[in-house]
């Protein structure tokens, strides 16, 4: 399976209560979060991301430039085609934007998997995306990196998989990610693949989180151009 096949599901409905302001809307280097996001899917060869906003939704259409009656349409944005969803009910947690989008999957598209990821999850290396595509094969319906002992993300899940968690109540104790691959590991539906990029376990929270994570990725910037430069 080519990334290119492959929608990336980026959830940002929450209230972002920890940081103070939109995870997406963080700005570094003149981009915004969300915009290095879609950028960095766009390099390895992705095409098509689906942002699930809720509380902030105007905040982020702003900065998107889209007006309520555009969200039918793909967006260009960061080098890819932007869908922009709407959690109705933010407030029932990431397994409601995860719902919004498993819908949208089966309405709208012909799609056979997606990557889930965290908004506040940096997207990992392009060998790592590629890892986890290919061993999406019949019968698996969810793939996840694995660094150390540590699960991360993005996962990487079935348009069966998708299908049926999206008529789960989204109220009930099973409406968590989670518990559903724990469930489809009884079926042998679930590979987890060993990978040494360590972003699949970051998880960028607080203002000293972010700080740091720009920090790096300032000086990985910099030994790159320098690299190049020899």
Request: charge should be neutral; charged fraction near 20%.
């Given at each position: ?7 990336l ?7 972002s ?29 992705g ?22 009656d ?7 944005y ?18 409601s ?36 595509a ?34 789960i ?16 590991q ?45």
């Amino acid at each position: 399976m080519e990334l290119a096949e492959i929608p990336l599901i980026l959830p940002a409905a929450g209230k972002s209560s920890r940081l103070g302001s939109p995870k997406g809307l963080q700005t570094h280097a003149r981009r915004t979060w969300l915009e290095i996001q879609c950028q960095s899917y766009a390099k390895v060869g992705g095409r098509v991301v689906a942002l699930v906003l809720g509380y902030d939704r105007d905040l982020y259409l702003d900065a998107l430039g889209c007006t309520h009656d555009r969200l039918a349409d793909a967006l260009p944005y960061g080098g890819c085609s932007l869908y922009v969803l709407h959690n109705l009910s933010p407030e029932f947690g990431p397994f409601s934007s995860l719902q919004q989008a498993c819908h949208w999957i089966k309405s709208a598209t012909d799609y056979q998997a997606a990557f889930f990821l965290p908004i506040d999850t940096p997207l990992p290396s392009a060998t790592v995306l590629r890892e986890l595509a290919a061993a999406m094969k019949s019968g698996i319906n969810v793939v996840l990196p694995r660094f150390g002992n540590r699960g991360g993300h993005p996962v990487l899940l079935s348009r069966a998989f998708l299908a049926e968690i999206s008529v789960i109540n989204a109220l009930s104790a099973d409406a968590r990610l989670d518990v559903e691959i724990r469930k489809e590991q009884n079926s042998g539906s679930v590979v987890s693949i060993a990978v040494t990029d360590s972003r699949v376990v970051l998880n960028l929270n607080d203002s000293e989180a972010w700080e740091r994570y720009f920090a790096e990725l300032d000086a990985s910037l910099l030994t790159t151009s320098s690299a190049g430069r020899l």
